[in-house]
C-alpha cells in the first residue's frame, strides 16, 4: 500500500512555461514533505521542503504548495528550463520519526523541450 | 567539503551469495541512511544509523544488516541475496538523526543473477 503517490510518471513541459508535479498521501501523520530531483547515475538532490504548519514555500524558481485536507501537494516550477529535465521524487516523514524514515513516492520524470 | 561516497559502483552477485556495500559520510555528518530502489520506484528505507547505533528500520528482514564505523562511515550486508534485491542501493548522510535534509550518494546498482 503506497503512502506517497505521484500518479504521473512523466511529464513534458516547453522551455519557459510552468511545470507542475504533483503528490498525494494517504498517512496523516506526516508532517514534513521533501521534493528531491535525480538525474541518471546520481544520488538524489534536496529540493526544497515544506512543513505542516505552512501551506507554501517559495525557493526561487520552485515553489511548493501544500493542501493538508486533501493530503495534496505540489511543486511548481517557473520557469522550466531543459536542465530540470530529471526524475522528481516527494517524500514525506513523520513527526514522530523524524528524519529517521522518509517515505518516498516512485517518481515522476519531467522533460523540458527547448 | 567532500559529499557522500558509496563503493562500488556495480556489482553483479548470484544467488545465495553475500554482498557489503560501503558509504562514507559527508564531513561533519553522524547520521547514515540507507535506502534501496527498485526499478521505476522510489527509494525505500532500509534502516539507519546514528552515532554507531542502529535508529530505525524499514520493512526488510533480518539478512539486511548494517554497521556504522566511529568516523561516521557505514556498511550494507545482505546475506543470502535473492533475485528480488536487485537494485539501486543508496546511502544518505544528514547532520544529525533529527535533521531532516538528507544528502545522497550516487548509490551502488546490484545485480544479483
Known amino acids: 500500500d503506497q503512502q506517497v503517490k505521484q500518479n504521473s510518471p512523466s511529464l513534458s513541459v516547453q522551455e519557459g512555461r510552468i511545470s507542475i508535479l504533483n503528490c498525494d498521501y494517504t498517512?496523516?501523520?506526516?508532517?514534513?514533505f521533501l521534493w528531491y530531483k535525480k538525474y541518471p547515475a546520481e544520488g538524489p538532490t534536496f529540493l526544497i521542503s515544506?512543513?505542516?504548519?505552512?501551506d507554501k514555500n517559495e525557493d526561487g524558481r520552485f515553489t511548493v504548495f501544500l493542501n493538508k485536507s486533501a493530503k495534496h501537494l505540489s511543486l511548481h516550477i517557473v520557469p522550466s528550463q531543459p536542465g530540470d529535465s530529471a526524475v522528481y521524487f516527494c517524500?514525506?516523514?513523520?513527526?514522530?520519526?523524524?528524519?529517521?524514515?522518509?517515505?518516498f513516492g516512485p517518481g515522476t520524470r519531467l522533460s523540458v523541450l527547448p | 567539503e567532500t559529499g557522500v561516497t558509496q563503493s562500488p559502483t556495480h556489482l553483479i552477485k548470484t544467488r545465495g551469495q553475500q554482498v557489503t556495500l560501503r558509504c562514507s559520510s559527508q564531513?561533519?555528518?553522524?547520521?547514515v541512511s540507507w535506502y534501496q530502489q527498485a526499478l521505476g520506484q522510489g527509494p525505500q528505507f532500509i534502516f539507519q544509523?546514528?552515532?554507531?547505533?542502529?535508529?530505525g528500520r524499514g520493512n526488510f528482514p533480518p539478512r539486511f544488516s548494517g554497521l556504522q564505523f566511529p568516523n561516521y562511515s557505514s556498511e550494507l550486508n545482505v546475506n543470502a541475496l535473492e533475485l528480488d534485491d536487485s537494485a539501486l542501493y543508496l546511502c544518505?548522510?544528514?547532520?544529525?538523526?533529527?535533521?531532516?535534509?538528507?544528502?545522497f550518494g550516487p548509490g551502488t546498482r546490484l545485480t544479483v543473477l
Open positions: 544509523y546514528y552515532r554507531e547505533e542502529e535508529n
Open positions: 544518505a548522510s544528514s547532520l544529525t538523526s533529527a535533521y531532516n535534509e538528507q544528502f
Open positions: 564531513s561533519g555528518h553522524n547520521t
Open positions: 515544506i512543513s505542516s504548519i505552512k
Open positions: 498517512n496523516s501523520m506526516f508532517d514534513y
Open positions: 517524500a514525506a516523514s513523520a513527526g514522530d520519526n523524524y528524519g529517521q524514515n522518509f517515505v
